[in-house]
């Protein structure tokens, strides 16, 4: 893990907050794929048997057929694995601390050196009549199983494995039971290893975004956003990266509607002028882990070496309603509760909010609560209510609306994302966030 440390490290040697670019190097695929099943096992290892002992079950099964995987199956899987194999059957078993959380695949193959097979299937042809037989050794009494009505993350048994699963356990089949929290909390929960590496990971999102916002990329009244959004991609695949959604950019500008929630009201792919607002929205991943980013950029007019200063305030108003929210965070409690207590101290601060952050990890839209949303400011059923859990990273994705003077005192939409970790008493960011909107060209500052 150390050389892959080193390598993600030392891919960016800048700041997040700087306003200069290098390329990132990354390291290769081989090496990639040997990080990525370390940091497998060690969630299975540390995560697993702490979350199964929180809720209080003794077993736990996750079944996944090829191309239709569970999503939490789908995290456990090796580097090497597109999908899995066949029918696949994972039980855990809590023997007790002493002698841990048995893995089991009730699989023709066996899953890496991750979970041993237990089927034979010359010896017994019938693979539920194996599940079965399996729990019916270890008779545990409270049998966790992926059922959720609000998270999909948590709802990956499929309405026909579950008809099986309890067909072949017969008389145990009264002890399944949905364990939501169980299925979140392994998928949410990032290890000491996982957290060894997300800096660099950040760091090579930290480096594309401002490249693709220079006068590298875009050139003002030729370059449209589109060109920009394909050149990020094209980036991503040159890297191997995670593109785990399409890159958005988009424009405010003065003297237009500019852009409100869910609705631009420039033409699609304009033509970045002089005087316009930027904004990227930047998803990519590595090793599992995923990022999440949103800048913004400012295309200096002629003779300008600056922003206006009114746009400058907005920046610094969705900072504010960053601060906000960080300091509102407090383990135990839910979303909603955390985005009321965000939104009262962003008010108070002077600025007017919209906050609609979610977690972040194997997921770009990760296993945990909902902290808002873009068109509901209000508290959410179901999703706002899950609580907030320590070792937990999030995107702090939110907005300020702020009036810019120097724009006829329209109102701007100021968004932000940013990747940071909860550790349970403290709020930091992973690679540090943007407090300075990028000028385009670097040389005009």
């Known amino acids: ?50 979350i199964m002992r929180e809720v209080g079950v003794d077993m736990w099964i996750l079944v996944a057929s090829e191309y239709n995987e569970d999503p939490v199956v789908k995290t456990m899987l090796p580097a090497t694995w597109a999908s899995a194999r066949r029918r696949m059957v994972l039980i855990f078993h809590d023997r007790g601390p002493e002698k841990g959380v048995e893995r089991l695949a009730v699989s023709r193959y066996p899953v890496g050196d991750l979970f041993p097979a237990a089927w034979d299937p010359e010896a017994q042809p019938d693979q539920w009549a194996r599940v079965a037989q399996l729990v019916a050794e270890r008779n545990p009494k409270r049998i966790g199983i992926n059922i959720s009505p609000d998270f999909a993350l948590a709802n990956g048994l499929s309405a026909g494995e579950h008809q099986q699963l309890v067909k072949a356990i017969g008389p145990l089949a009264s002890r399944l039971e949905s364990q939501e929290r169980l299925a979140l909390g392994v998928l949410e929960t990032r290890t000491p290893e996982d957290m060894a590496v997300y800096n660099g990971i950040m760091r090579v999102a930290h480096a594309l975004i ?79 882990l995923k990022t999440d980013t949103q800048q913004l950029a400012y295309v200096l007019r002629p003779g300008e070496s600056d922003a206006p200063a009114g746009l ?55 296993a945990g609560p909902w902290i808002g949303a873009w068109d509901n400011q209000n508290p959410t059923p179901g999703r706002g209510e ?51 909107l990028l000028l385009i060209p670097r040389a005009g500052r």
Not at 4 to 16: D, G, H, K, M, P
Not at 23 to 41: F, I
Not at 210 to 216: A, C, D, I, N, R
Not at 342 to 355: E, H
């Open 312 to 366: 400058k305030a907005g920046m610094a108003a969705a900072n504010k309603v960053q601060d906000a929210l960080t300091s509102s965070f407090k383990t135990s409690i839910t979303g909603n509760e955390a985005l009321m207590a965000a939104r009262a101290k962003a008010i108070a601060a002077g600025t007017n909010p919209i906050i609609y952050t979610h977690s972040i990890g194997l997921h770009g839209h990760g």
């Open 210 to 288: 401002p490249e693709g916002l220079s006068e590298k990329v875009i050139t003002p009244g030729v370059t449209t956003t589109q060109d920009v959004v394909w050149w990020y991609r094209e980036r991503l695949a040159d890297l191997r990266q995670d593109a785990w959604c399409q890159p958005s950019v988009t424009v405010q500008r003065a003297n237009s509607p500019g852009i409100t929630p869910g609705r631009q009201t420039l033409p699609d792919n304009p033509v970045i002028l002089p005087g316009d607002l930027l904004h990227v929205d930047f998803c990519a991943g590595m090793l599992g």
């Open 1 to 50: 893990m150390k050389s892959i440390l080193t390598a993600l490290l030392l891919a960016v040697t800048t700041s997040a907050a700087a306003q200069d670019y290098q390329r990132p190097s990354v390291p290769g695929l081989r090496d990639r794929a040997a990080a990525h099943d370390r940091l497998v096992k060690a969630r299975l290892d540390q995560v697993v048997p702490k």
């Open 386 to 436: 899950y609580r907030i859990y320590a070792d937990t990273a999030w995107s702090i994705e939110l907005a300020a609306l702020a009036r810019v003077p120097e724009w006829g005192n329209a109102e701007v939409r100021f968004p932000l994302e940013v990747d940071g970790f909860w550790n349970g008493s403290s709020f930091r960011w992973i690679d540090g966030r943007q407090t300075q």
